[in-house]
Each structure stands twice: as structure tokens, then as C-alpha cells.
């Protein structure tokens, strides 16, 4: 049994805490709101997050840091990445040196293009970070639904110790070298998302989505690789397994905000519809800037950016992606 804090009462954090509860580790959750606490406590349900849910009888809650995270074997940070940052600095006075988190956020930094481990790292030094990722709508694991994901951390023995601490019956956990690579594929599945909702909103058929889904896969492995990634990672569960599941599911916020922004929603409207982090949204601009950065062409990574940013019409960035120059799929010998 291992002694687990989640830093975060959102829905994915929510979610597994249920999934390590239900492993048998002593898990405890902190929220920055007394009143969530005391309500999930008191009523063993989240329904604003996981709606039709029970939580375990020995899942904790409070809203101390000190608490969540003292004497803890492992620490989850399962707030939404653009909040990564400011919730470390809240974590740094209580850390322990080479204490085990793992960020389970998807995101990368606009002002700095950091992921969100390079985040965990600045400030909180000392720390052993590790990811977790994959294709999981905490909507399906909250319910024990059959799901995999990838763990990656700077040594296998790092990563296998979370290998074992995830996995179970309906958890299945693969371990990873490919830190960055994983990062990379789950921040930027969530613009690509986008784009596939925008098409959905439209009225566009599945023609539409394989092709965002496909070539959407393209200019993340590009990025990815130039980056430093291993190319594998961008065909595996946080490539086109994320990228899939975020871009069809009735979950995915992404998804739906530009479902949304297709109907003639601004950017402003559709998250406030949506009602949670769109991370795809604070994803965008840094993906954009990574790609100038590393001269990687993502003609859909630009027309998200306009769309959302430049106030351009969605049928047009569409139609513009349409009449792009012509292009082989392959290098011709």
C-alpha cells in the first residue's frame, strides 16, 4: 500500500483518486475550496465533475497542502495546466527532496513553451517527476470502464514503481522513456481536438475528422521529433490513441468548445458553455510559437490559432487548409 496525495478535486483527479482508492493505497485529495471539501465529505459525491459516481468510504478530503502532501509516497498534480505552475509554488514550502509527483495535466506553457514536468522542475527542485498519460475520460475510469495509459519518468525504477501502483484490472499501464514525447502528444492532441469539434459544428462528416485526426497526427509527430521526441511515442496511446479519443469523444471539452466555436460561438462564449479548462485553448498559441521555433509546418495548428485568436471565420480556415499548395503524402524516390 502506498500513501498517495492528488492535488486537485477536478474530475480527472477525482477519478483517480477513486482508481487508487479502489487499489488499496490510502488516498487522500486536496481541493483550494473549504465548501468542495466539506460537501465531498459529507454527501460522497461529485456531481458537478462525475455526476452518478460514489466515492469510496476511505477516500479523504481537505483543503491543507501540508496535509495532502505530508508523508506521501507518491503526489499527483491533477490541477489544469495553466494553474500547474502557481499550484507548485503552493506545494514548494512543503516538499520533501526527491519526493515522487507525477502531473497528470495536459498543457504546455505559453510564456515559457515549458511542459508541464519542465514546470514541476523549476519549482520544486529536488523533485523526482514523472507523467501519466493517455487516452482516459475520467468520466470512463470514475466507472471502472477498461482503460490504458502510458507512465514515463527519468529511470525505469521510477516508473515502474507508478507502473504498479496504477495498474489493476480495468487500469492497464504501460511504462515509457519518452517523457517529452508524451507531453508533446497530450498537449497538443487537445488543438487538434479543437479543430475536429469546430469541423463537427460545422456539419462536416467523418471524411472531415479522419482527415484532421490524420494529418493532425502528422504535425504533432513533426514538432515532436524536431523536439526531440521518439517517434514511436506519436503512434502509440498518447499519440493517436489521445488524439482519437479527444477528438470523437462526447467528453472531450476540447472537442466540444469547438463544436461550439463551429456554431458560431466566439472563444470567450464556448469555454464559458463549457464550463471547465479548455486546455487545448492555452495549448494553441505555444504550439504555434514551437512550431515557428523549430521551422515545423502545422497548417491546422495556424488556422486554430486564427480562428481562435484572429477572429477568423471556421469555414474559412477550413477551406483555406482545402486549397493549400499541392502536396505529396509521401517523398516520391
Not at 512543503?94 to 513553451?113: N, P, R, S, W, Y
Not at 487516452?135 to 507508478?162: D, F, M, Q, W
Request: aromatic content about 6%.
Amino acid at each position: 500500500m502506498a500513501r498517495i496525495g492528488v492535488i486537485g478535486a477536478g474530475s480527472w483527479g477525482t477519478a483517480l483518486a477513486i482508481l487508487l482508492c479502489n487499489n488499496g493505497h490510502e488516498v487522500m485529495v486536496w481541493s483550494i475550496h473549504p465548501e468542495e471539501v466539506l460537501r465531498l465529505r459529507k454527501t460522497r459525491r461529485h456531481e458537478s465533475k462525475l455526476p452518478g459516481v460514489e466515492l469510496p468510504d476511505a477516500l479523504e478530503f481537505t483543503d491543507s497542502m501540508e496535509e495532502v502532501m505530508r508523508e506521501r509516497d507518491v503526489l499527483i498534480v491533477a490541477v489544469p495546466s495553466p494553474f500547474v505552475r502557481s499550484t507548485c509554488r503552493k506545494m514548494r514550502e512543503f516538499m520533501k527532496d526527491g519526493q515522487i509527483v507525477v502531473d497528470v495535466a495536459k498543457g504546455i506553457e505559453e510564456a515559457t513553451l515549458y511542459t508541464m514536468t519542465d514546470i514541476m522542475e523549476e519549482e520544486l527542485p529536488g523533485v523526482d517527476a514523472a507523467v501519466l498519460s493517455g487516452p482516459s475520460h475520467a468520466e470512463e475510469v470514475s466507472r471502472g470502464i477498461p482503460t490504458t495509459c502510458v507512465v514515463s519518468a527519468h529511470t525505469k525504477k521510477t516508473a515502474e514503481y507508478l507502473q504498479n501502483i496504477f495498474i489493476s484490472p480495468v487500469f492497464r499501464v504501460y511504462t515509457s522513456p519518452d517523457m517529452l514525447g508524451i507531453e508533446l502528444g497530450a498537449a497538443l492532441k487537445n488543438v487538434i481536438a479543437l479543430a475536429a469539434g469546430t469541423a463537427d459544428g460545422l456539419g462536416y462528416g467523418d471524411n472531415t475528422k479522419a482527415a484532421l485526426i490524420t494529418r493532425g497526427l502528422t504535425e504533432i509527430s513533426r514538432l515532436g521529433i524536431a523536439m526531440g521526441g521518439r517517434p514511436e511515442t506519436f503512434y502509440g496511446l498518447t499519440g493517436i490513441g489521445d488524439l482519437i479519443v479527444t477528438c470523437a469523444s462526447v467528453h472531450s471539452r476540447n472537442r466540444k468548445a469547438g463544436y461550439l466555436i463551429g456554431q458560431g460561438y466566439t472563444m470567450d462564449e464556448a469555454m464559458k458553455e463549457v464550463k471547465m479548462v479548455v486546455e487545448g485553448v492555452y495549448s494553441a498559441k505555444a504550439a504555434y510559437r514551437l512550431s515557428q521555433k523549430y521551422r515545423v509546418e502545422m497548417p491546422i495548428v495556424e488556422q486554430v490559432n486564427k480562428v481562435l485568436f484572429e477572429n477568423k471565420k471556421a469555414d474559412e480556415a477550413v477551406r483555406e487548409l482545402m486549397l493549400r499548395d499541392r502536396k505529396g503524402e509521401l517523398v516520391w524516390d
